[in-house]
């Protein structure tokens, strides 16, 4: 529900914006609805890959991307922050791009090391 919602919401606001008949059609929507789109199959494909009758292929930065997805988690389970930040990705509240910023990676870092998880 939450990826209809934004669409309907990327669709408001092309609408609102007044598009005119011999525009190129729905362009402006369509890139604002890509980003969306995008996210949501981010979200739920990640895992994916893990499956044992998936073989790949594997995307470029897979192993770093997994390995930091697998600390975060483990990290978001004992810490209110991470945790809130994992939350409103996986709601779609926040973009998954929102998860790599420097001070994710470092507090999931430090979290790690303090704990030994």
């Not at 669409?7 to 525009?23: E, I, Q, T």
């Not at 994710?104 to 870092?109: D, G, N, P, V």
Request: proline letters at 9%; a positive charge; hydrophobic letters at 40%.
């Amino acid at each position: 529900m939450t990826s209809a919602m934004l669409h309907a919401s990327c669709l408001s606001a092309y609408l609102r914006s007044g598009p005119k008949p011999h525009d190129e059609p729905a362009r402006a929507y369509f890139d604002q609805v890509r980003v969306v789109v995008d996210a949501a199959w981010q979200i739920s494909t990640t895992a994916d890959i893990e499956l044992p009758h998936v073989d790949g292929p594997y995307p470029p930065g897979y192993r770093v991307t997994k390995w930091f997805g697998d600390l975060l988690f483990r990290t978001s389970l004992t810490d209110p922050v991470l945790n809130a930040r994992l939350g409103r990705v996986t709601t779609m509240l926040d973009h998954p791009a929102t998860l790599s910023r420097p001070g994710t990676l470092l507090r999931a870092l430090r979290l790690s090391l303090l704990r030994g998880a």
